[in-house]
C-alpha cells in the first residue's frame, strides 16, 4: 500500500519531521519534543478500559507486563508503541490513560479504549468524539492552551473492532453490503478527525488497519491453518485502508492548517508476517499467550490455563491480536525515522 499512497498534499519525511521534532510551549514553559494524544481502540488503551471497568481486565495481570514486570492495563508483555514514540520525541513519561485520575497529562494522553469501534460503540469507548472534544476543551484552561493543542500531535488506531464484528454477524455480505459498511466506517472516522480539528488539533498520525486476516485470533476463529490468513477480512482492512489517504488529501485541502501523515500499518505486519526471519521473529502466525491452535484466546484470563512462550522477543503478537513489546518499539521506530516504505 505505502508505494501507492498518492498522498500529494504532503511529503512523508517533510511532515514527520514537523510533527515530532518541533518544541511546544506550556503556560510558559518550553517542553521538549511534542506531545502526544493518542485514540482507538486496545493497541493504543494505555490502562483506559481497567479504569472504566468494575471487572478485573487481563491486561492487569501477568503476563501482560511481564517484559516490564508491571501489568498496567496495556495489551502488550510491555510497552506499547506511542510509550516509546513518546520517548524519542523527548516526553519525559509514558503517555498517561486520559481516564485515570491524578494522572500526569502535561505532555499528551491516551483517549484509546480497548474494545473500541467507530460504529455502535459502547459509550466508553471510542474515540467517543463529542466527550473528547469536551475534555480537551475542560482541560485547556488548566492544562493545555491553544498553542499546546495546535503543536501537539493526535495518533489514532480504530476500525478493526467493526470489522471483526461485521464479519462475524454478517457471514455471507455481499460487496455491496461490505462497501457500503466500509464507507459507513470510514465517513465516521472523517468526522470523528474533524472533530478533533475543531477542538484546536491540527496535526494528525492515522496508522491504517492491520491485515485482520493474519491476527492469530482471527486464523484460530476462522480455522484457516497455519500458513493461510483469512482474506474476506483482510479485503475490508485493504477497502478501508484505500479510503484512508483521499479522505485526509481532502480535508487537507478544506481545512486550514490541517496536517497529516499514514502510517501503513497493514504492509508493517504483513512483511513480518510473510518475511518474519527478515525482521527476527520466529513465529508471527500464533501467539506468544494463549490457548487454542494458535495460542490466541485467553491470556491473562484467571480461569484459562495458558500456554506462554519462553522468548517473548521471538514473537510478532503477544496474544491473539496485539503485538509484543518488541514488535511495538519496531513501528515507533519506523513512525520517528519516517521509513519512505510505510510513511506516506
Given at each position: 500500500m505505502a508505494s501507492n499512497c498518492n498522498l500529494a498534499s504532503v511529503l512523508g519525511v517533510f511532515l514527520i519531521v514537523t510533527l515530532f521534532h518541533n518544541p511546544i510551549t506550556v503556560a510558559g514553559q518550553k517542553k521538549s519534543g511534542a506531545a502526544l494524544f493518542t485514540f482507538g481502540d486496545s493497541n493504543f488503551d494505555a490502562g483506559n478500559k481497567q479504569t472504566l471497568t468494575q471487572a478485573n481486565v487481563p491486561q492487569g495481570f501477568?503476563?501482560?507486563?511481564?517484559?516490564?514486570?508491571?501489568?498496567?492495563?496495556?495489551?502488550?508483555?510491555?510497552?506499547?508503541?506511542?510509550?516509546?514514540?513518546?520517548?524519542?520525541?523527548?516526553?519525559?513519561?509514558?503517555?498517561?490513560?486520559?481516564?485515570?485520575?491524578?494522572?500526569?497529562?502535561?505532555?499528551?494522553?491516551?483517549?484509546?479504549?480497548?474494545?473500541?469501534?467507530?460504529?455502535?460503540?459502547?459509550?466508553?469507548?471510542?474515540?467517543?468524539?463529542?466527550?473528547?472534544?469536551?475534555?480537551?476543551?475542560?482541560?485547556?484552561?488548566?492544562?493545555?492552551?491553544?498553542?499546546?493543542?495546535?503543536?501537539?500531535?493526535?495518533?489514532?488506531?480504530v476500525g478493526a473492532n467493526d470489522y471483526l464484528n461485521f464479519t462475524k454477524n454478517n457471514p455471507n455480505a455481499d460487496a455491496s453490503a461490505q462497501q457500503a459498511f466500509v464507507t459507513s466506517v470510514t465517513n465516521k472516522l472523517k468526522n470523528d478527525i474533524s472533530l478533533l480539528y475543531s477542538s484546536g488539533a491540527s496535526k494528525f498520525v492515522i496508522q491504517t488497519l492491520a491485515p485482520l486476516g493474519c491476527l492469530p485470533i482471527v486464523r484460530q476463529d476462522y480455522s484457516t491453518g497455519m500458513d493461510q490468513c483469512y482474506e474476506p477480512l483482510n479485503n475490508l482492512a485493504k477497502q478501508h485502508n484505500e479510503k484512508i489517504?483521499?479522505?485526509?488529501?481532502?480535508?487537507?485541502?478544506?481545512?486550514?492548517?490541517?496536517?497529516?501523515?499514514?502510517?501503513?500499518?497493514?504492509?508493517?505486519?504483513?512483511?513480518?508476517?510473510?518475511?518474519?526471519?527478515?525482521?527476527?521473529?520466529?513465529?508471527?502466525?500464533?501467539?506468544?499467550?494463549?490457548?487454542?491452535?494458535?495460542?490466541?484466546?485467553?491470556?491473562?484470563?484467571?480461569?484459562?490455563?495458558?500456554?506462554?512462550?519462553?522468548?517473548?522477543?521471538?514473537?510478532?503478537?503477544?496474544?491473539?491480536?496485539?503485538?509484543?513489546?518488541?514488535?511495538?518499539?519496531?513501528?515507533?521506530?519506523l513512525l520517528i525515522g519516517a521509513d519512505t516504505n510505510v510513511i506516506c
Open positions: 501477568w503476563p501482560y507486563g511481564k517484559s516490564r514486570d508491571d501489568p498496567n492495563g496495556k495489551f502488550s508483555d510491555g510497552l506499547i508503541a506511542p510509550d516509546f514514540l513518546a520517548r524519542f520525541m523527548g516526553i519525559p513519561n509514558e503517555i498517561p490513560p486520559a481516564l485515570k485520575p491524578n494522572v500526569n497529562i502535561s505532555h499528551g494522553a491516551s483517549f484509546a479504549v480497548a474494545d473500541a469501534t467507530l460504529l455502535g460503540a459502547p459509550v466508553e469507548s471510542v474515540i467517543d468524539s463529542e466527550s473528547t472534544s469536551e475534555e480537551i476543551q475542560s482541560n485547556k484552561a488548566a492544562n493545555w492552551n491553544d498553542d499546546f493543542i495546535k503543536k501537539s500531535v493526535f495518533m489514532i488506531y489517504g483521499p479522505m485526509l488529501n481532502e480535508m487537507a485541502r478544506t481545512a486550514s492548517g490541517f496536517q497529516f501523515t499514514v502510517f501503513d500499518f497493514y504492509n508493517v505486519i504483513l512483511r513480518r508476517t510473510q518475511r518474519n526471519l527478515n525482521y527476527r521473529f520466529f513465529v508471527t502466525n500464533s501467539s506468544c499467550c494463549g490457548v487454542g491452535t494458535h495460542d490466541a484466546y485467553g491470556c491473562g484470563l484467571p480461569n484459562v490455563h495458558s500456554k506462554l512462550c519462553e522468548y517473548q522477543r521471538s514473537y510478532l503478537f503477544f496474544d491473539g491480536r496485539h503485538n509484543t513489546e518488541k514488535a511495538q518499539e519496531m513501528f515507533a521506530h
